[in-house]
């Protein structure tokens, strides 16, 4: 089965009453997962509102009772990697098991400037994020104490108690074919490809089998996910609009990567995605506000892939 999701850029505008409508509104009209950035502000003026990734998730394990939910990416930057993998295995205990776990190497130097973390260049973040992705995986798949000496990051007799209940999943974004793909081929149990056209889709998923191979792992021990963009109307003219405020022609946004039409265009867009291998679709819905537009999404899209 394809599974349809929203996903929430939480640095643009997101609020304690933004969240608690989007998940409201995730776990009522029936979408299978709501993840969200980890961002403290955008990449340009003007700053807006944003939760703070943990305590938003922990919100979320508490007040919703279906819907999978998670980091679309956590950057190891931010936090200590063994912090980080206590808070998640504590989280998805809260929550009954719904939590998973994305990571990346960071890359908004902006919001690192403003808040005091130190920026690295990306060789460098790249070393820590491996570290970070070892730690995580030895923390959480370990029964005994965990000895790790990096370069970036270390631990000494180190171990998570309570014990978790179950194997946390570890999400890994982005479509590099040289370095990110090897790291989701050793260490994640779910590769969600970014903004990707579909020729290009099918290209790394073809890849990451053959690096699965390599590592004595099959094809399918990998969740395949998209997060991308949907500009999703209820009717043409009002999906023009959307495209003319934009200054984009439909075609050209899909070319990207982008879904992007009325409720068929849309279906037909996903099905594409799915036939090619997507198991799960973290759409990126900008307006937080339009609540009817993912009402309206809900009720058009999700019956041709959620079956019951």
Known sequence: ??????????????????????????????????????????????????????????????????????????????????????????????????????????????????????????????????????????????????????????????????????RLPILIGGNGPTQTLPLVARYADEWNAVFIPLPIYRERTAQLNELLDQQGRQPSSVKRSLMTQVIYAADDAALQAKLAARGSQAQELIERGLIVGTAAAVVDQLGQFAAAGVERFMLQWLDQDDIVGIEHMAAAVLPHFHHT
């Open 1 to 166: 089965m394809t599974h349809i999701g929203l996903m929430i850029e939480g640095q643009d505008g997101l609020n304690w009453g933004r969240w608690a409508r989007l998940l409201q509104a995730a776990e009522d009209f029936g979408y299978q997962c709501l993840f969200r950035s980890d961002h403290f502000t955008n990449n340009s003026a003007p700053d807006k509102d944003s939760l703070e990734l943990w305590v938003s998730l922990t919100y979320a394990a508490m007040t919703t009772r279906r819907i999978e939910f998670g980091s679309l990416v956590a950057p190891v930057t931010f936090r200590q990697p063994a912090m980080t993998t206590r808070m998640a295995a504590q989280v998805d205990e809260l929550s009954g098991g719904r939590l998973v776990l994305g990571l990346g190497a960071g890359w908004n130097e902006r919001e690192h400037e403003k808040f005091g973390v130190p920026f690295y260049d990306f060789k460098t973040r790249f070393q820590m994020f491996t570290e970070a992705l070892e730690i995580t995986t030895q923390l959480l798949q370990s029964d005994q104490p965990v000895t790790f000496q990096g370069q970036h990051f270390s631990l000494k007799e180190a171990q998570l108690l309570p014990r978790p209940t179950r």
